[in-house]
């Protein structure tokens, strides 16, 4: 992936983070549940009586917003500098980092650290330094 530095735009990059953490903390007030997106998909994966719906509305939402922004503005070009079977490897490895650590970005990076959860720290620097490492390696080490 390449990023555009040139193009960053500050402001917008503040206000999409201002909206994720007040529907992070709209979520937690509201219904008491952490906005993890692991453990809500890993809950519709292995269902509870009355807990499906509002598990999938959240990620019928996160699949429509995409789309819906799409109607008022044009997407952003999406270049991925990987192939099909290098982005199949990293997927399964966060999903099992994810497992591991008992949540994902949203739920330990987000959620956890505005608890200020000490195991939401560690796992959130567990995982931006091995995300890190991997990069610094991929790019600077293999000389493919």
């Not at 999409?16 to 903390?25: M, T």
């Not at 292995?46 to 819906?68: K, Q, S």
Request: charge should be positive; include cysteine.
């Amino acid at each position: 992936m390449h990023i555009n530095w040139n193009a960053f735009t500050p402001w917008p990059a503040l206000a999409g983070g201002l909206l994720i953490g007040v529907a992070a903390a709209m979520f937690a007030l509201l219904n008491g549940r952490i906005a993890g997106i692991s453990g809500i998909l890993g809950g519709l994966l292995r269902p509870a009586r009355g807990d499906v719906a509002w598990r999938a509305a959240f990620i019928a939402g996160l699949a429509a917003a995409p789309l819906a922004y799409a109607v008022f503005s044009a997407l952003p070009a999406v270049q991925i500098d990987a192939g099909d079977g290098t982005l199949v490897i990293a997927g399964l490895l966060v999903g099992i980092g994810t497992r591991y650590g008992s949540g994902c970005t949203s739920g330990h990076g987000v959620c956890g650290l505005s608890r200020l959860s000490l195991r939401s720290l560690t796992a959130t620097a567990a995982f931006m330094g091995a995300g890190f490492a991997v990069v610094f390696v991929v790019r600077h080490l293999f000389t493919l």
